[in-house]
């Protein structure tokens, strides 16, 4: 079938990690992609062609996710090692370790102003560090399973999480509580985000679903099932308007939140797709999976006004449904063992790194949710200079908000900030009723004593 210029479009690929991908991020200028593996390296791609790679070594086991700083002047990784890295992305690669969390890391996140930086782990907690003093500042605790995720709000005063305890919680970052809990999960949620604005959530689901929830109505607004696999991953367009979704049944699929339909799927990868996001400014996205190859795709969809692409579109709300018309496969195969980027190696400690081999494959994601085979992806890659890529406007359509919904809003924030007062006074009264009992036990000492 003959695409349309309004369709995605496979870039090219970047191939050099030896293990399968499970974290990408585009740099804030866009001219840059950073990439964590299984192989337990860090790579940083430059989208200019033929352009070196480099690979950073420090981590001793999985790397679990990568983030660049709102600035791009840092990288963040954080590894089944049970550590974090922070990068300077420059071709010497140095770096300095956070150690805190007691088993292994599972995402890192920045705030949009660069000054903290969240990681969530399996030891079931989140953990917030100050950038600028590069120290520890404090945990939140009450998931009951592993944290699998982590991500501040666009403002910086909330936090989502989501854990294999198969809940959604919203934590306040001023007063370190947990605000709101979502929990009507058949499965767990892999992953969360915040859209643009802050006002909604997704969740990617290993129960094959993804949700969209209003965290100021507590409400579920959309649910889709359009993946036959666990979704791994999801990216908001910068618009808003567009969500991308990579999962283990090999695809990714973008839906337009306003019509709320499926307009996309992607077929690129072979085997489960682990990891996509979109660039700062929309006009790019990449993805990562089993593979082990990275892919960079065009957008173009976003050009057009919404209205027009869907009436192109037709309906697809499930998986089984017929072969969508807009299912976008590559069209030119290219030979797996091409010639690949130059690839520089930085080493960041005199650590000599195991042979992590095919053994680190099995303790990234849930085995149920993996696919059989993992063989390599059949694509082409295309030379076209990206380097200066143009920052497009970004774009968002104003919610209709009654009055009725702002004062419900209203009463819930007042709510929330009466719960955190109450909160507050109850931790003040256990302190007290700890020094109480202390000085009754030093008494009793004291008596003891004197008997």
Known sequence: MASSPEDPVLERYFKGHKAAITSVDFSPNGKQLATGSWDTFLMLWSLRPQARAFRYVGHKDVITSVQFSPLGNLLASASRDRTIRLWIPDKRGKSSEFKAHTAPVRSVDFSADGQFLASASEDKSIKVWNMYRQRFLYSLY???????????????????????????????????QCVNNFSDFVG??????????????????????????????????????????????????????????????????????LEGRLIYTLQGHTGPVFTVSFSKGGELFTSGGADAQVLLWRTNFDELNYKD????????????????????????????????????????????????????????????????????TILKKKTEDISDLPSESQRSIPLAVTDALEHIMEQLNVLTQTVSILEQRLTLTEDKLKDCLENQQKLFNAIQQKI
């Open 309 to 376: 692409v869907s009436k192109r579109n037709l309906k697809r709300l499930h998986f089984d449904s017929p072969p969508h018309l807009l299912d976008i496969y590559p069209r030119t195969p290219h030979p797996h063992e091409g010639r690949i980027d130059t690839v520089e190696t930085t080493e960041t400690t005199v650590r000599t790194l195991p042979d992590k081999g095919e053994e680190i494959c099995g303790y990234f994601l849930n085995p149920s949710l993996m696919s059989s085979e993992c063989s390599p």
């Open 188 to 257: 767990f949620a892999n992953f969360v985000a915040f859209n643009p604005n802050g006002t909604c959530i997704a969740s990617a689901g290993s129960d094959h679903t993804v949700k969209i929830w209003d965290i100021r109505v507590n409400k579920l607004l959309q649910h889709y099932q359009v993946h036959s696999g666990g979704v791994n991953c999801v990216s908001f367009h910068p618009s808003g308007n567009y969500l991308i979704t990579a999962s283990s049944d090999g695809t990714l699929k973008i839906l337009d939140l």
């Open 142 to 176: 009450r998931h009951t399973h592993w944290v699998r995720c982590a991500k501040f709000s666009p403002d910086g005063r909330l936090i989502v999480s989501c854990s294999e305890d198969k809940t959604i919680k919203i934590w306040d970052t001023t007063n370190k």
